[in-house]
């Protein structure tokens, strides 16, 4: 079992940046970053693999940055340039074998989020 908790979550004008954090109890092979808005499903933001491959939400890319920390089981978000639209809960999760940002019900272990909102 892995444990995941998130943090770095809080309140921020349009235009500026935020850094989320995961801490997994265990390594993984691919760390994926999703987020939920109310009242809409859940979507990938990132996702990054053990040699460090990363990708994106298209619409993300270039705004976001996803990096793994050398030697600890810890995932970064870097969100810059944030809009009203990435207001949501931020989720942090774990794959074992696979690595893809399309299929969030493959994914193992989930953290249990931590909010944004931008205005």
């Known amino acids: 079992h892995v444990q995941l908790v998130e943090s770095g979550g809080g309140s921020v004008q349009a235009g500026g940046s935020l850094r989320l954090s995961c801490a997994a109890s265990?390594?993984?092979?691919?760390m994926g970053w999703f987020r939920q808005a109310p009242g809409e499903e859940r979507e990938g933001v990132g996702t990054?693999?053990?040699?460090?491959?990363?990708t994106y939400a298209g619409s993300l890319a270039g705004r976001f940055t996803i990096s793994r920390e050398s030697g600890k089981n810890t995932v970064y978000l870097q969100m810059n340039s944030l809009k009203p639209e990435d207001t949501g809960m931020y989720y942090c999760?774990?794959?074992?074998?696979?690595?893809?940002?399309?299929?969030?019900?493959?994914?193992?272990?989930w953290g249990r989020g931590t909010q944004v909102t931008v205005s």
């Open positions: 999760a774990a794959d074992r074998l696979n690595c893809d940002l399309g299929r969030p019900q493959d994914y193992d272990y």
């Open positions: 990054i693999d053990s040699a460090g491959a990363t």
């Open positions: 265990r390594y993984s092979y691919c």
